[in-house]
């Protein structure tokens, strides 16, 4: 069996006797992050797992780091980047080299500190956006050339790379490799309007699951037929909506809720988009918390009319945003 990896773009072999989702692992921080979501809320939780792991990552990191390997950052992206971390989340993150440097020393160097986070219940990430990966080691300019250089010829991969670097967030090592990267990427987006529009396109890829008469478009066959992904219909929408809003308006926050919420007070979004945006996201971290690690489908016939009408509401508002998007970045 083989995987071809989204950002490594290699293939990997996977190893057939281990097993690729977390249901034989118990990770020892999992009751704390459920007392937290019933005491604080899904969001909240979110955010303490997203710290905490931060926290053992940079841990993990001052154990194996030689002093030659301080002139490095190490930054988290995905989940872990816009802090909303739940049970289902694996570890993404990328080195920033102050200097290209011999691969192999840093290959070895990343796989001690990944295989760590694994054993404590955190997944290696199934596109290969790991520091594990030679395309995930870079110095902060042959970053910005993925994005912004003339060696992004690959457009769909600039789009990419730019929703990650968008996300992420240092946790350890040279921070200022990152933060330069982060402010000459947002500066330069936000005033590249073909960027914009091949960015919106990229992202309304991720059609909303309603019929033309309103009714929820599930799964016509297969294991799960009559059910619909509540993950790519809402948050994947709603995270990616935000972060290209965001970088229009140069918002620099990573995380969902903030980005919305500082669209709403420049005014990029109506007030009323982004509560009922605000809202719905809310309400699928709190829906997203109660259920198994890697359970994100929604069954609409196990489910109430109430309930079946408040997601068509919220599918409905991701709509209507995505339908202002096209619009705004023509």
């Known amino acids: 069996m083989s995987r071809t990896y989204l950002y ?21 921080w999992e009751p704390t992050y459920r007392l937290m979501v019933v005491d604080k809320g899904a969001v909240q939780a979110s955010l303490w797992l997203s710290q905490w792991f931060a926290h053992r990552l940079s841990e993990s990191l001052d154990r194996h780091a030689t002093e030659e390997q301080t002139t490095v950052a190490w930054v988290v992206a995905g989940s872990a980047g816009r802090g909303e971390m739940h049970l289902g989340s694996d570890q993404d993150g990328l080195l920033f080299l102050e200097e290209s440097a011999d691969d192999t020393r840093w290959q070895a160097y990343a796989e001690a500190v990944v295989h760590i986070l694994e054993s404590e219940g955190f997944p290696p990430c199934n596109a290969g956006l790991m520091p594990t990966e030679a395309a995930c080691r870079r110095t902060p300019d042959q970053w910005l050339q993925t994005v912004l250089g003339q ?26 490799l990152v933060e330069e990267v982060r402010r000459r990427l947002l500066q330069t987006v936000a ?20 019929g033309p008469f309103g009714q ?113 970045f023509r």
């Open 191 to 210: 005033q590249d309007n073909a960027f914009l529009h091949d960015l919106t396109q990229h992202y309304l890829l991720h059609r909303v699951p309603l």
């Open 216 to 328: 929820l478009l599930t799964q016509p066959y297969g294991p799960h037929a009559g059910g619909l992904d509540l993950k790519e219909a809402l948050y994947v929408p709603l995270v990616n909506l935000a972060r290209l809003w965001a970088a229009a308006a140069q918002i620099e926050t990573t995380n969902t809720l903030q980005r919305i919420s500082a669209l709403a007070q420049t005014g990029f979004w109506p007030q009323a988009d982004a509560q009922q945006a605000a809202s719905t996201w809310s309400a699928f971290m709190e829906w997203r918390a109660y259920q198994p690690a890697e359970a994100t489908w929604f069954f609409p016939k196990e489910h109430s009319k109430a309930e079946r009408l408040r997601l068509k509401e919220a599918l409905e508002g991701i709509a209507v945003l995505q339908q202002r998007t096209s619009r705004a």
């Open 151 to 176: 060696n992004a010829t690959n457009r769909l991969d600039a789009l990419r790379w730019f929703s990650v670097l968008a996300d992420i967030h240092p946790v350890w090592g040279k921070v200022e």
């Open 8 to 28: 490594g773009g290699e293939q990997k072999p996977i190893d057939e006797g281990r097993s690729e989702s977390r249901a034989d692992v118990t990770p020892f």
